[in-house]
């Protein structure tokens, strides 16, 4: 059985930080890429970044590049968010994904696992 547990979020003041992790078992980790996304309430789901199977590659949408960095441990099967100068508009549920196929991938429907996700909140 797959299991993403996602870990790490809490209420922070606006421009502070915080470290996201990400538990995976049950699948073959390193075959995957990973993900995280966030949902806002009443917003879509939004890609927030990725990372290759080795690590090598990652990518940011515009809104958190330079802010976010994305990292994975193949040794530990976890993946993190570092996340900083965080800002009350980054105020989500923060959800870990994996894809099983190909590589990374900026659309939620290409990520076949997903966790619960751990809820963040910035404070102005």
Do not use: H
């Not at 917003?43 to 958190?64: C, L, M, N, Q, W």
């Amino acid at each position: 059985q797959v299991q993403l547990v996602e870990a790490g979020g809490g209420l922070v003041q606006a421009g502070g930080s915080l470290r996201l992790s990400c538990a995976a078992s049950g699948l073959i980790f390193s075959s995957c890429a990973m993900g995280w996304f966030r949902q806002a309430p009443g917003k879509e789901r939004e890609f927030v970044a990725t990372i290759s199977r080795s690590g090598s590659i990652t990518y940011y949408p515009d809104s958190v590049k330079g802010r976010f960095t994305i990292s994975r441990d193949n040794v530990k099967n976890m993946v993190y968010l570092q996340m900083n100068s965080l800002n009350p508009e980054d105020t989500a549920i923060y959800l870990c994904a994996a894809k099983v196929v190909w590589g990374i991938s900026t659309n939620s429907s290409a990520y076949k696992y997903w966790g619960q996700g751990t809820q963040v909140t910035v404070s102005s």
